[in-house]
């Protein structure tokens, strides 16, 4: 069928250029309307230029830069959009979305990246080379050590997305790609592609990336996947049959490309058996379910679909769940009324419909006519509504179609369980979901749940009378924790803070010198080079501290009087510091010991220089071991050095110190990270 020229077009962005839609192009349909609204697609892109213009022009201005590079990047990107949402919410209308749905993509999406900003300025370096773990000594005197570091990868990653957050879900791939410095050619699905068109305008336009950092592809991929090798990722979001269909390309198997999936699951709610009708918890868990049911019209991946309440509540919970779903109007989702907008397509209505029949062979509706449905709005005769469907199960052991089948709508269906063991059967027959969640308030039932069930879950989401007023959601996957599931939800991960980000670098094992790994990662590993000075470290700019400058101060002799006068100071009379015969009977002692926080405090004393200073902030210690008592007579002394930097404003940064404190032999009594806050 020939393309209505009157259509608006959405266009790929390709190689630096905007390409319009070729002659294969798919008519767009809005989904309220059913008039079509946009032309899509395009199977003549340059491929071969694509790759080339991320891998080569791309890669190398994002490695080029430092983690807080980037990540200063992306806020500026985040907070770009924030400033032009409104254009992409009156677009999101046409997809069926209502304005708290946009809440959800929109806005969700721009709260990912900012996440991601601030994570990458928090919890990695201002560097190239992120380091995971501690240094492994791998020798006896400590001259041959390991550690393990993340690197990015050197090719692109490709993001498939599905049609349901066409904002969310390109930025929650996109934001952990570009803090690890791989490129991103985002591919959305076709039938929400034009808000995607608008995004990636929007950040284009702002001149805030690189070139090469982002493309778009508006429809098929066309041979994409056969050109990716080991550098490359794929991550998609999507059907489990598309997943396969992908997964199994000859070339990503023979190159091992990493393939990341997030695939349709049927996540379930338990109600806890404590949480009769009547309790907190009840309600919250129709509150819920309700909302589950409803946002987005049930097209989301994390979706309730199976229901597990104690038999006794079935009744309870259906008729509290049929009472708030007949109370939600559906229609326009422009209209302020509007609680639950459309379907996001007619094929989708058709999709669903199907599988809810399905469904219906093995539980009975008892609420919700998908030939009859009320829809508030002009002009909506043609529209992808459909009306909220729930199901009751008699028998859910049985019932293969209810633990196989996801109507990807506002369907789900309520089941009966005899006690929390059974409910853990039925949540495992779902194999393999991204999220379940538990309405209880009893700790033993959440501990049952989670060693019989967790193993089968990404996540495990428990809410109570507790927890209720500030949780976030059954259905809300948040950028801090892992987004992903075994088994029929793809075997995939995304998000979950830097994990996220490690998802687009590679993880090496180096080995050397403390002096090579030092300046491999740029952090002083003990036993490197140190370097002193005469003026004093304190005295000397944030900017100026380079890593691996040391202090050495004391020694100080400790005696019996500091330990009392500590002991008597600060209340902490522990029988090793005041009883002679009883700290001997100790074995870990040899007799009265100093404290060890009499220790620090002599090694401040001897390493601080006290005048007004770069110093403007002692902000903690981490890593404290005490490794060997202290007697009245022993002598310590301190070395101080420089192990990492790390900015955090335009005025001071973090100096993280090594220090370590050694007695009259030269043996380490104690070890820890001191860090302070410099002025530049």
């Known amino acids: 069928m020939p393309r209505d020229n009157a259509l608006k077009e959405v266009h790929s962005f390709a ?14 349909a809005s989904a309220v309307t059913g008039a079509p609204i946009f032309a899509a697609g395009n199977d003549a892109l340059d491929i071969g230029a694509m790759l080339g213009w991320a891998r080569e022009k791309g890669g190398p201005a994002l490695r080029g830069m430092t983690f807080h590079d980037r990540a200063k990047i992306i806020k500026a990107v985040a907070l770009h959009l924030c400033d032009h949402r409104q254009e992409l919410y009156d677009l999101s209308f046409d997809t069926g979305a209502t304005q708290k749905d946009h809440l959800i993509d929109i806005d969700g999406g721009i709260g990912t990246m900012l996440v991601f900003a601030s994570k990458g300025r928090r919890e990695m370096p201002d560097g190239h080379v992120y380091i995971d773990g501690a240094t492994e000594q791998l020798s006896r005197s400590g001259s041959f050590v390991g550690q393990h570091i993340a690197v990015p990868l050197q090719g692109v990653a490709v993001q498939i997305n599905a049609f349901n957050f066409p904002v969310w879900g390109m930025l929650e791939k996109l934001a952990p790609a570009l803090l690890a410095g791989v490129p991103s050619i985002v591919k959305p699905a076709t039938a929400t592609c034009y808000v995607t068109e608008a995004c990636v305008r929007l950040i284009l336009q702002s001149g805030l990336l690189p070139d090469g950092a982002l493309q778009l592809v508006a429809g098929g991929l066309g041979d994409m996947l056969d050109h990716l090798d080991c550098q490359d990722v794929v991550s998609f979001t999507g059907s489990a049959d598309t997943a396969l269909k992908l997964r199994a390309n000859p070339r990503l198997m023979k190159n091992s490309t990493r393939f990341m999936s997030e695939q349709d699951s049927l996540n379930a709610t338990v109600l806890g058996s404590d ?25 989301k991946c994390t979706a309730i679909r199976r229901i597990m309440v104690p038999d006794a509540q079935v009744d309870a919970v259906i008729h509290a769940l049929s009472d708030k779903l007949a109370k939600t109007t559906v229609g326009d989702p422009r209209l302020e009324t509007t609680h639950m907008g459309a379907l996001v397509s007619e094929a989708q209505k058709k999709d669903v419909l199907e599988k809810a029949a399905l469904i219906g062979r093995d539980a009975e509706r008892v609420f919700g006519d998908p030939d009859n449905v009320s829809v508030t709005g002009e002009n909506t005769e043609n529209g992808a509504f459909i009306s909220p ?36 059967r039925l949540l495992k027959r779902g194999k393999g979901s991204l999220v379940a969640s538990v309405f209880t308030a009893s700790a033993d039932t959440a501990r049952e749940i989670t060693l019989g069930a967790a193993a089968f879950h990404g996540r495990l989401y428990f809410n109570n009378r507790t927890s209720m007023d500030e949780a976030t959601g059954h259905g809300a996957p948040l950028p801090h924790m892992v987004h992903g599931g075994p088994g029929r939800a793809g075997g995939g991960e995304e998000l979950g803070g830097i994990r996220g ?16 790994l030092t300046g491999i990662t740029q952090r002083w590993v003990p036993g490197a080079a140190t370097k002193t000075d005469d003026a004093h470290p304190f005295t000397r700019a944030f900017g100026s501290l380079t890593i691996g400058d040391t202090l050495h101060a004391g020694p100080r002799t400790v005696t019996i009087d500091d330990i009392e006068t500590f002991a008597h100071f600060t209340g902490d009379r522990f029988y090793a510091h005041m009883d002679e015969d009883a700290a001997a009977a100790n074995p870990f002692f040899p007799g009265r010991v100093a404290h060890g926080y009499l220790l620090l405090s002599f090694a401040a004393g001897m390493f601080v220089q006290p005048d007004p200073g770069p110093v403007l902030a002692n902000t903690g210690l981490d890593s404290l071991r005490f490794m060997a008592p202290v007697s009245p007579g022993d002598a310590i002394s301190v070395q101080l050095t420089v192990k990492a930097k790390t900015p955090r404003n335009e005025t001071y940064g973090e100096v993280r110190w090594h220090v370590t404190l050694t007695n009259q032999e030269a043996a380490t009594v104690a070890e820890y990270e001191l860090l302070t806050m410099n002025a530049f």
Do not use: N
């Open 389 to 424: 469907m729930l199901f009751c199960a008699g028998i859910p052991d049985a019932a293969q179609h209810l633990h196989d089948t996801e109507a990807f709508g506002p369907v789900a269906t309520v089941m009966g369980y005899r006690d929390t063991s059974h409910a853990v």
């Open 275 to 299: 949480a009769r009708s009547g309790t907190p918890e009840f309600d919250l868990f129709v509150k819920e379910v309700h909302r589950e049911m409803t946002v987005k019209a049930g097209q």
């Open 501 to 516: 980000v490690l998802h687009y670098m590679q993880r090496t094992a180096i080995q050397g010198s403390p002096d090579i």
């Open 15 to 28: 190689a630096g250029q905007w390409i319009e839609p070729g002659e294969g192009a798919r008519t767009i």
